[in-house]
């Protein structure tokens, strides 16, 4: 809880941080760059830098974070939290680096307030920032502890076993474990981390989400090929895409990630578009692993049926479940083999089907689709803490927060 010396100075100098927190974000990863280049070797995700995604994922979650303790001291933005833990474990992100963090944020913050930072607010903001970080801290070691392992060992080695064309632009990857060591679990929903040695030598890191369910040796997922379009290439899918075969060895993290399936029993709810069909497809195969018999909706979007990744996967799943059904929206028009229940033409529209009373949802797709899906459910009713969505990327939305 944040103390009563700092509460006041944090209330009087949130506005002038949270204008700021762009610039101060901004300034924070460059002078930490500067200051420890290894960061950006396997740790950090140079596209995203680039693109300024995370620090503006950043910076939003310290404004809010700081926001949320001045209205509920009582009580911490939970969900923020565990997207954010779960991201640090699966890059085996270890307590110490917490201080290289807290010194170039400080810096970042005196460098663009100048004056304004005087000794009162350097401490109430320092205040902050640790009860972020003994929370963040305290969730990893969490995560870690519940897979017994350490940061320094959440990475291992796979042999890739098949590399499937899904569509023109994804294929599938299934990979085998190269030693006899057990498996971790996944949960359903849950990603890895996938981290490739770059042509300049340097390590890149990106999220996969898992596609199918555990069998204790393989792990499968699906990596759609990002082009430039005017802007670079997205270096690691192609890298994935052009480079890796059958039979090389590739690294990858155990499975972490918030965005998992309710099996409490209730209507489940799948809203997904394009390549965010990946967590979706995951979750079905393991409903299907565990014999479920739970009620369960698939509505999926994407530009035409050809697009449609894992389409073959996914409807084998559906129709492997006793009591379960799919809907697909596509672009260009409703044409389609698929043999689906029902078949659209345009955008994803909730409301021409029925949807079960009391569900729980998981969406996955770019932003704008989210967004959309989010609100025409709410304003059927759904109410907000039943909708769960994982991002591709650094969450820029943060709608569920707290
Ligand atoms: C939880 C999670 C799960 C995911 N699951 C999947 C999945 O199942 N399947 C899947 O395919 N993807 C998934 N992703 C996305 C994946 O992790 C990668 O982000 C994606 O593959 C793109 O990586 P890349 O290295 O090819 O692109 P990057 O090189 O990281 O590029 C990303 C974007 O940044 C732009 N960019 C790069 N450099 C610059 C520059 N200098 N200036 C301007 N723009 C630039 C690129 O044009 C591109 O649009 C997931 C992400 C998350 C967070
Ligand atoms: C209180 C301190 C910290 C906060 C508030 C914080 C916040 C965040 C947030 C909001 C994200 C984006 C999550 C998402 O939406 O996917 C993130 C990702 C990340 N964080 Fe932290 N973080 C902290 C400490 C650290 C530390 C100590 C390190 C290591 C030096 C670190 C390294 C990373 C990396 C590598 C990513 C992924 C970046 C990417 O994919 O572009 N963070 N963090």
């Known amino acids: 809880m944040l103390s009563e010396k700092s509460r006041p100075v944090i209330e009087a100098t949130l506005p002038v941080v949270g204008e700021n927190i762009g610039a ?68 085996g992100l270890r307590p110490d680096q917490y201080q290289v963090v807290y010194d170039n944020l400080m810096w970042a913050i005196g460098d ?167 967590p979706m497809a995951g979750m079905l195969s393991h409903l299907v692993a565990a014999g479920s018999h739970f009620d369960v909706t698939v509505l999926h979007a994407d530009a035409d049926e050809e697009s449609f990744a894992v389409r073959g996967q996914v409807l084998a799943d559906v129709r492997a479940l006793p009591n379960a059904r799919m809907y697909v929206w596509y672009e260009q028009d409703a044409t389609g083999t698929l043999d689906v229940d029902g078949r659209f033409a345009g955008m994803m529209d909730v409301s021409a089907v029925d949807l079960p009373a009391g569900a729980a949802y998981v969406l996955c797709g770019p932003l704008p689709f989210m967004q959309a899906v989010r609100s025409a459910l709410i304003d059927r009713g759904v109410p907000p803490q039943d909708i769960q969505y994982e991002v591709f990327g650094p969450d820029l939305w943060q709608a569920d927060a707290d």
């Open 24 to 91: 101060i974000a901004q300034r924070f990863y460059q002078h930490m760059f500067g200051e420890h280049p290894e960061l950006l070797d396997g740790l950090f995700n140079r596209g995203n830098q680039a693109e300024g995604t995370q620090q503006q994922a950043l910076a939003g979650s310290v404004a809010m974070f700081a926001t949320a303790l001045v209205e509920h001291p009582d009580r911490l933005p939970e969900h923020l939290l565990q997207r954010v833990a779960h991201k640090h474990a699966s890059l």
């Open 112 to 278: 663009v307030l100048g004056d304004a930072v005087t000794d009162e607010v350097a401490a109430a903001w320092s205040e902050v920032y640790w009860l972020m970080a003994f929370a963040l801290i305290h969730m990893e070691r969490g995560l870690y502890s519940a897979r017994g392992v350490r940061p320094e060992i959440v990475w291992r080695d796979w042999e890739v076993t098949e590399k499937t064309r899904e569509t023109d632009d994804v294929v599938t990857f299934r990979v085998k474990r190269l030693d006899d060591r057990p498996v971790r679990t996944s949960l359903p929903g849950q990603y890895v981390t996938v981290k490739m040695l770059m042509p300049d030598g340097v390590h890149q890191p990106r999220q996969y989400s898992l596609t199918r369910a555990d069998d204790g040796e393989h792990r499968s997922f699906a990596v759609k090929r990002v082009r430039g379009d005017g802007k670079p290439a997205g270096e690691v899918s192609n890298l994935l895409h052009d480079t890796v075969d059958v039979g090389d060895v590739i690294t990858m993290s155990l499975p972490f990630g918030d965005v998992v399936l309710d099996d409490s029993g209730r209507p489940l709810v799948f809203c997904s578009a394009g390549i965010g069909v990946t």
